[in-house]
């Protein structure tokens, strides 16, 4: 029989601690729209137990995901590839860890360190309250059955890779209606699919209590974020709306909102003049949606619990020599950053360009080959994989296509951060994602085939 127990532990930032999601712009936190929360969903069956751990945070790096789950591995007995640290990439809360400029990189004064990223005030004070949302879900385990199922909701996102008359690609700002005319015009259509699946997990007591939920959609958390003029107001976004409707309407003790392959989709509605951000209204709709599926969900006892990773050496991109030779004329000339305003709040977009191209050459120069962790978790007939960084959304409904799973649900941002992985025809056209890709270009279809292996071997038997 299968136990679980799940806890949420508050990880609100105090106010000035830097919110991540932005390129070069001190954010202060401000204003608390909405909680953030770490939750911990402890899974154990026939002595076996893992753990997920879903953070409403921007970004967790490998340090601090290694951290957690080292602690947790000796404290609550878990494998250490049985616990998966997964980070929803909402951008209007802090990150955990720098992840922007690389540590070889030099000329960051110390007042200016959020410019790498994160934040060095609140890591320790996160990952405290992490491992007690660990121990708290650990203490809770009860016997449950599992219900699994899926909706479809394509009204609530969308490809963000829009493909412009001259074949290059721009991403659709359209939150701002400044940007709308020039969008319109330019626009022929949108390079890519996405993922309307809204997966779904309940874990039910015999009373019908529900403890835990899981919920699966695929979406960049930037509803927020893209109103949010100053970049300051804290929120968990639409993940943090979703989780609290269906913890209000079914009384469930922790929903764990999990973010699929979305390197390239967004919540922004290319192809609607009158559309306008609300995360409450993404949150209601996508609860909507599961609620239909929850009604008819077939709860069952039985469940079988078991995990596999395998590490990838993935090499590092090579930074174009030209563009090379340009950031290093640029950072020669001004070794500290650029600033645009009196304040130091706001660093030039030349200056900051350089000096992410310079740090992902030091990242080359240091570890040509990267350690890429692809985790599959299986739950009776439905599968979990677990992938690092923002894999674009073709590599993820290509996996879903050729497992073997009944119900096979994807989790980007997992246990380290690599950067975007866009497919190879992304590359033709260039783009946002592509100029900070940081693996090579054939990197997806390397993890695609990985997690898919990995799939057949875990369900085997």
């Not at 609140?122 to 990952?127: D, G, I, L, T």
């Not at 979990?384 to 959304?393: A, D, I, Q, R, T």
Request: proline share 6%; net charge negative.
């Amino acid at each position: 029989m299968l136990r679980i127990g799940a806890a949420q532990v508050d990880i609100t930032p105090k106010a000035g601690i830097q919110l991540a999601g932005n390129v070069g712009v001190h954010r202060p936190a401000q204003v608390v729209s909405d909680p953030l929360f770490s939750k911990a969903l402890v899974l154990e069956c026939e002595r076996r137990k893992a753990c997920f751990i879903t953070l409403d945070l921007c970004i967790a790096t490998k340090q601090y995901c290694d951290e957690i789950r080292r602690v947790a591995a000796e404290k609550f007995g878990f494998d250490f590839q049985g616990v998966m640290v997964h980070s929803l990439q909402i951008h209007s809360a802090p990150s955990l860890g720098h992840f922007m400029l690389s540590e070889d990189f030099e000329g960051i004064p110390l007042e200016s360190d959020w410019l790498r990223g994160g934040d060095e005030r609140y890591n320790q004070f996160a990952v405290k309250r992490i491992l007690e949302s660990i121990r708290l879900a650990n203490e809770a385990l009860e016997p449950v059955q599992v219900g699994v199922g899926s909706g479809v909701e394509g009204r609530m996102a969308f490809n963000r890779r829009a493909v412009k008359r001259d074949g290059t690609v721009m991403m659709p700002w359209f939150w701002d209606p400044r940007n709308r005319p020039l969008g319109f015009t330019e626009i022929l259509y949108l390079e890519g699919p996405m993922d309307p699946e809204l997966g779904i997990m309940c874990f039910r007591t015999d009373t019908m209590r529900f403890p835990a939920m899981i919920v699966n959609y695929t979406c960049h958390p930037v509803v927020v974020y893209g109103k949010d003029d100053h970049g300051r107001v804290v929120s968990a976004d639409w993940p943090g709306a979703l989780a609290e409707e269906l913890r209000k309407t079914y009384g469930a003790d922790c929903v764990l909102v999990f973010n699929g392959a979305c390197g390239n989709i967004n919540p922004w509605n290319p192809f609607d003049p009158d559309y306008r951000s609300d995360h409450l209204l993404m949150g209601r709709t996508l609860a909507e949606t599961a609620k239909r599926v929850v009604e008819k969900m077939v709860f069952r006892e039985e469940a079988v619990l078991d995990w596999k990773s395998k590490v990838l050496k993935i090499p590092v991109r090579k930074v174009d020599d030209r563009a090379l030779e340009e950031a290093r004329r640029i950072l020669e000339n001004h070794p500290e950053p650029v600033w645009i305003d009196a304040e130091h709040t706001r660093v030039d977009g030349k200056w900051y360009d350089a000096a992410l191209l310079w740090s992902m050459h030091l990242i080359r120069q240091r570890e040509p080959e990267l350690g890429y962790e692809v985790q599959v978790f299986r739950i009776g007939d439905a599968a979990f994989v677990s992938l690092p960084g923002e894999p674009f959304v073709e590599g993820g409904l290509r996996i879903k296509m050729a497992s073997p799973a009944g119900s096979t649900y994807i989790v980007h941002c997992t246990n380290q951060y690599v950067g975007y992985i866009p497919t190879m025809e992304a590359f033709k056209r260039g783009g946002h994602e592509v100029k900070w890709s940081r693996l090579v270009p054939e990197a997806l279809d390397l993890i695609v085939e990985a997690a898919i292996n990995l799939l057949n071997e875990v369900f085997s038997n």
